[in-house]
């Protein structure tokens, strides 16, 4: 049997938070990987990247809850 995957959508609810004068949105949680896609807005140009949940802020973590 397969295993379901742990991806949580996060694009609509915006999440946004600002750590080095630098805006982050976050779009996805991989709860298997424990990772977030977020994208990266600094200066006039957007970058998606993924990084680990743990270098979130506290405050957004919480909203995330990965139980």
């Given at each position: 049997m397969a295993k379901k995957k742990r991806t949580y959508d996060f694009s609509k609810e915006n999440i946004q938070y600002i750590q080095d004068n630098i805006q982050y949105r976050v779009l996805r949680f991989n709860q298997e990987y424990?990772?977030?896609d977020v994208?990266?807005?600094?200066?006039?140009?957007?970058?998606?990247?993924?990084?680990?949940?743990?270098?979130?802020p506290k405050a957004v973590?919480?909203?995330?809850?990965?139980n």
């Open positions: 424990m990772t977030v994208v990266k807005f600094e200066k006039n140009e957007k970058t998606n990247i993924e990084m680990p949940f743990a270098h979130l973590k919480k909203i995330i809850k990965p």
